[in-house]
């Protein structure tokens, strides 16, 4: 069985930094596009950053570059989001998810999010300014 756990959350002050981790388990990390998305009261879940579990290559969407970073440990099945520089629109709960990654960037796994069906309970972040 597929599972995620999601920790790191918290309240923190605008500016801030927060550390997100993903410890997964029921498969291997063997050409995995690993990815952290975040949902806002109200809105949609939004992809946020991703990782190749193959190469380590990383991708993030414009509400993410130059402030978050992400990173793996392949070998304890744990992705990890560092958040720097938070800001109040960063509230969210933070959740990740994995697809088998066939092509050559991680950020298929935004397109094809709709389809996934394993997803752990998130953690919340809350920024407050």
């Known amino acids: 069985e597929v599972q995620f756990v999601e920790s790191g959350g918290g309240l923190v002050q605008s500016g801030g930094s927060l550390r997100l981790s993903c410890a997964a388990s029921g498969f291997s990390f063997d050409d995995y596009a690993i990815g952290w998305f975040r949902q806002a009261p109200g809105k949609e879940r939004e992809g946020v950053s991703c990782?190749?579990?193959?190469?380590?290559?990383?991708y993030y969407e414009d509400s993410a570059k130059g402030r978050f970073t992400i990173s793996s440990d392949n070998a304890k099945l744990t992705v990890y989001l560092q958040m720097n520089s938070l800001k109040p629109e960063d509230t969210a709960v933070y959740y990740c998810?994995?697809?088998?990654?066939?092509?050559?960037?991680?950020?298929?796994?935004?397109?094809?999010?709709?389809?996934?069906?394993?997803w752990g309970k998130g953690t919340l972040v809350t920024v407050s300014s």
């Open positions: 998810a994995a697809v088998p990654q066939y092509g050559s960037s991680c950020s298929d796994i935004f397109r094809v999010s709709y389809a996934i069906v394993d």
């Open positions: 990782i190749s579990s193959s190469d380590g290559i990383t």
